[in-house]
Nanobody, 119 residues
Framework: QVQLVESGGGLVQPGGSLRLSCAAS????????MAWYRQAPGKEREFVAT???????NYADSVKGRFAISRDNAKNSVHLQMNSLKPEDTAVYYC?????????????WGQGTQVTVSS
């Protein structure tokens, strides 16, 4: 069975930094597109950043220049470095990945990790 396990959330003051990590557990043969989404209270889940298997990346306008996504294909993992955090970045952050498992490509979600930006 495959799972995405996230870590790194927490409470940080405005202007601070956090690094989120997400790793696939189980017998994953390969990883495709990996991404981060977030959901603030009372709002819909929204796209934050994606890292394609070829190396290119894409970001939501709201986080460009502050967040950086990176991936480690050997470890089937993806990271999100978040700098210059703002209160409006407060949300549950979810990892999403396309994984090759049992000969099939499937999309998976992590359980979410809380990020709170507050003084």
């Amino acid at each position: 069975q495959v799972q995405l396990v996230e870590s790194g959330g927490g409470l940080v003051q405005p202007g601070g930094s956090l690094r989120l990590s997400c790793a696939a557990s189980g017998s994953v043969s390969s990883t495709g597109t990996m991404a981060w989404y977030r959901q603030a209270p009372g709002k819909e889940r929204e796209f934050v950043a994606t890292a394609y298997s070829g190396g290119s990346t894409n970001y939501a306008d709201s986080v460009k220049g502050r967040f950086a996504i990176s991936r480690d294909n050997a470890k089937n993992s993806v990271h999100l470095q978040m700098n210059s955090l703002k209160p409006e970045d407060t949300a549950v952050y979810y990892c999403n990945a396309n994984l090759l498992y049992g000969g099939r490509w499937l999309g998976y979600w992590g359980q979410g990790t809380q990020v709170t930006v507050s003084s």
